[in-house]
Protein backbone atom coordinates (compact mmCIF):
# COMPACT_ATOMS: atom_id res chain seq x y z
CA UNK A 1 0.00 0.00 0.00
CA UNK A 2 1.17 3.09 -0.78
CA UNK A 3 1.40 5.95 1.86
CA UNK A 4 -0.53 9.38 1.31
CA UNK A 5 1.20 12.18 0.92
CA UNK A 6 -0.88 13.88 3.99
CA UNK A 7 -1.36 12.43 7.32
CA UNK A 8 -4.19 10.25 7.04
CA UNK A 9 -3.28 6.89 8.39
CA UNK A 10 -2.22 3.87 6.58
CA UNK A 11 -1.47 0.18 6.88
CA UNK A 12 2.26 -0.64 6.70
CA UNK A 13 3.33 -3.90 4.13
CA UNK A 14 5.65 -5.02 6.88
CA UNK A 15 4.56 -5.50 10.28
CA UNK A 16 8.25 -4.40 11.80
CA UNK A 17 9.24 -0.79 9.98
CA UNK A 18 12.94 -1.36 11.82
CA UNK A 19 13.11 -4.95 10.23
CA UNK A 20 11.98 -3.31 6.82
CA UNK A 21 14.28 -0.56 6.37
CA UNK A 22 17.67 -2.87 7.54
CA UNK A 23 16.30 -5.25 5.32
CA UNK A 24 16.43 -3.50 2.79
CA UNK A 25 20.00 -1.19 3.44
CA UNK A 26 21.74 -3.80 5.21
CA UNK A 27 23.05 -5.68 2.36
CA UNK A 28 26.57 -5.20 1.05
CA UNK A 29 25.96 -3.45 -2.00
CA UNK A 30 23.57 -0.47 -0.56
CA UNK A 31 25.90 0.25 1.85
CA UNK A 32 28.69 0.99 -0.58
CA UNK A 33 26.31 2.62 -3.25
CA UNK A 34 25.33 4.87 -0.49
CA UNK A 35 28.73 5.73 0.82
CA UNK A 36 29.82 6.13 -3.05
CA UNK A 37 27.48 8.33 -4.09
CA UNK A 38 28.29 10.26 -0.50
CA UNK A 39 30.60 12.59 -2.57
CA UNK A 40 27.99 13.87 -4.91
CA UNK A 41 26.27 12.59 -8.39
CA UNK A 42 27.89 10.12 -10.68
CA UNK A 43 27.04 7.92 -13.13
CA UNK A 44 26.25 4.20 -13.62
CA UNK A 45 29.83 3.46 -14.91
CA UNK A 46 31.58 5.77 -12.10
CA UNK A 47 29.83 3.78 -9.16
CA UNK A 48 30.07 0.62 -10.82
CA UNK A 49 34.28 1.11 -10.75
CA UNK A 50 33.95 2.54 -7.45
CA UNK A 51 32.56 -0.21 -5.71
CA UNK A 52 34.75 -2.63 -7.42
CA UNK A 53 33.42 -5.77 -7.54
CA UNK A 54 29.86 -5.32 -8.06
CA UNK A 55 28.02 -6.88 -11.20
CA UNK A 56 25.85 -4.67 -13.38
CA UNK A 57 23.02 -6.97 -13.35
CA UNK A 58 23.30 -6.52 -8.72
CA UNK A 59 24.18 -2.49 -9.06
CA UNK A 60 21.20 -1.74 -11.41
CA UNK A 61 18.94 -4.14 -8.81
CA UNK A 62 20.44 -1.90 -5.76
CA UNK A 63 20.30 1.44 -7.51
CA UNK A 64 16.85 0.72 -8.50
CA UNK A 65 15.44 -0.60 -5.10
CA UNK A 66 17.66 2.78 -3.36
CA UNK A 67 15.47 4.90 -5.67
CA UNK A 68 12.24 3.25 -4.78
CA UNK A 69 12.79 3.42 -1.30
CA UNK A 70 13.24 7.13 -2.07
CA UNK A 71 17.31 7.34 -0.63
CA UNK A 72 18.82 7.81 -4.29
CA UNK A 73 17.35 9.74 -7.32
CA UNK A 74 18.19 9.25 -10.86
CA UNK A 75 18.11 11.59 -13.78
CA UNK A 76 18.18 10.75 -17.24
CA UNK A 77 19.77 13.43 -19.91
CA UNK A 78 18.05 13.16 -23.48
CA UNK A 79 21.15 12.36 -25.22
CA UNK A 80 22.63 10.34 -27.56
CA UNK A 81 23.65 7.83 -25.69
CA UNK A 82 21.86 8.73 -22.92
CA UNK A 83 23.07 9.96 -19.59
CA UNK A 84 21.82 8.61 -16.62
CA UNK A 85 22.93 10.18 -13.06
CA UNK A 86 22.62 9.03 -9.64
CA UNK A 87 22.48 10.88 -6.35
CA UNK A 88 21.70 11.25 -2.75
CA UNK A 89 18.09 12.52 -2.05
CA UNK A 90 17.78 14.52 1.19
CA UNK A 91 16.80 11.51 3.22
CA UNK A 92 19.74 9.35 1.42
CA UNK A 93 21.81 11.94 2.81
CA UNK A 94 20.51 11.98 6.75
CA UNK A 95 21.22 8.26 6.80
CA UNK A 96 24.88 9.10 6.24
CA UNK A 97 25.82 10.29 9.75
CA UNK A 98 24.27 6.93 11.55
CA UNK A 99 26.02 4.71 8.38
CA UNK A 100 29.36 6.90 9.21
CA UNK A 101 28.76 5.54 12.88
CA UNK A 102 28.38 2.41 11.87
CA UNK A 103 31.76 1.96 9.70
CA UNK A 104 33.59 3.41 12.72
CA UNK A 105 32.15 0.89 15.35
CA UNK A 106 32.93 -1.88 12.70
CA UNK A 107 36.67 -0.52 12.70
CA UNK A 108 37.02 0.27 16.14
CA UNK A 109 35.96 -3.50 17.00
CA UNK A 110 36.63 -5.10 13.76
CA UNK A 111 39.75 -7.12 15.72
CA UNK A 112 37.79 -7.87 18.91
CA UNK A 113 35.24 -9.43 17.09
CA UNK A 114 37.90 -11.68 15.03
CA UNK A 115 39.34 -12.76 18.13
CA UNK A 116 36.17 -13.74 19.87
CA UNK A 117 35.02 -15.96 16.92
CA UNK A 118 38.33 -17.64 16.82
CA UNK A 119 38.14 -18.27 20.63
CA UNK A 120 35.15 -19.64 19.81
CA UNK A 121 36.13 -21.83 16.93
CA UNK A 122 39.07 -22.55 18.77
CA UNK A 123 36.97 -24.00 22.12
CA UNK A 124 34.75 -25.78 20.16
Known sequence: MERPLDDTPFTFEEPCPIRDVLDRIGDQWSFLVLTGLEGGTMRFSELMR????????????????????????????????????????ELGRSLLEPLRALIRWADDNHRTIVLSRRRVRDAA
Open 50 to 89: AIGDVSKQMLSRTLRRLEEDGLVSRTVYPEVPPRVEYALT
